[in-house]
């Protein structure tokens, strides 16, 4: 993998989708979409869309992501996404990695889920893109809010094949 995009919704969890990008390997070209409820402003970043720039060279199939991870997803963007709707970067990006058949993964930020929630991530699901909320395994003793995190990042990049040692795994 050498391109990723990280999209950061307005689904609670936005340090977690921070801390994510963050630890993302520095052999990677990292791309990073705020949307308008994200709490941060990151004027001085490199690499940093908002979601009106839906002209961004991400959002084309020639840019050639390899990959791309909504944390937090919430469920207007899950839904957005399942539908088509192209009608901000964050959607029409995870449009773009649908239809060039690219790795797209979901970390959906909500509980309970609806039966709606449920058949957006099942027909998702179905052709490809990969759920994967942030679900915690007490087997790696896990025992503060960091390790909580490390967990799940280190999960998330477990699916996008990248090398980690964020969490104990099991024995």
Known sequence: ???IIVSISGASGFSLGMKFFKLLPNHL???LI???HSKVVAEHEENIYSESQIDAPISSGS???DAMIIIPCSMNTLAKVAVGLADNLTSRTASVMIKERKLLVLAPREL???PIH???MLKLSRIGVVIAPPVLGYYSEIKTLEDMEN???GKWFD???IENSLYKRWD
Do not use: V
Request: net charge positive.
């Open 1 to 3: 993998m050498n391109k």
């Open 29 to 31: 070209e990292k791309h």
């Open 34 to 36: 705020l949307t308008s």
């Open 63 to 65: 840019f050639k992501a």
């Open 112 to 114: 309970p889920f609806s």
């Open 118 to 120: 449920l058949e957006n």
């Open 151 to 153: 967990f799940l990042i």
């Open 159 to 161: 699916i996008l094949g």
